[in-house]
């Protein structure tokens, strides 16, 4: 089992920026890839990030040149720094870890709230 502690969520304005944070306990695959997804209302889940615990990264089109995902092994915790934001990227960001960076979705977090709005 795997648990994951995720903060960094909230209210942000168009342009600005936030950073998720996610910790993850228990026993994890530490040569897991670990990620982000996001879920809006009415959308699938789609994968915004992710990391391999080499530094291999895989971004989703929509985000590439604003975000930034980033992992301490150490630490198990990965890191997406989101700048530029827009209001289409206000959902549910999830944090995940799997085998797969293309999908690394063998366990999940229980969502973070960011919300883009003036």
């Known amino acids: 089992q795997v648990q994951f502690v995720e903060s960094g969520g909230g209210l942000v304005q168009p342009g600005g920026s936030l950073r998720l944070s996610c910790a993850a306990s228990?026993?994890?695959?530490?040569?897991?890839?670990m990620g982000w997804y996001r879920q809006a209302p009415g959308k699938q889940r789609e994968l915004v990030a992710a990391i391999t615990s080499g530094g291999r990264t895989n971004y989703a089109d929509s985000v590439k040149g604003r975000f930034t995902i980033s992992r301490d092994n150490a630490k198990n915790t990965v890191y997406l720094q989101m700048n530029s934001l827009k209001p289409e990227d206000t959902a549910v960001y999830y944090c995940?870890?799997?085998?797969?960076?293309?999908?690394?979705?063998?366990?999940w977090g229980q969502g973070t709230q960011v919300t883009v709005s003036s």
């Open positions: 228990g026993s994890i695959n530490r040569l897991y890839a």
């Open positions: 995940s870890c799997g085998e797969l960076l293309l999908s690394p979705n063998d366990y």
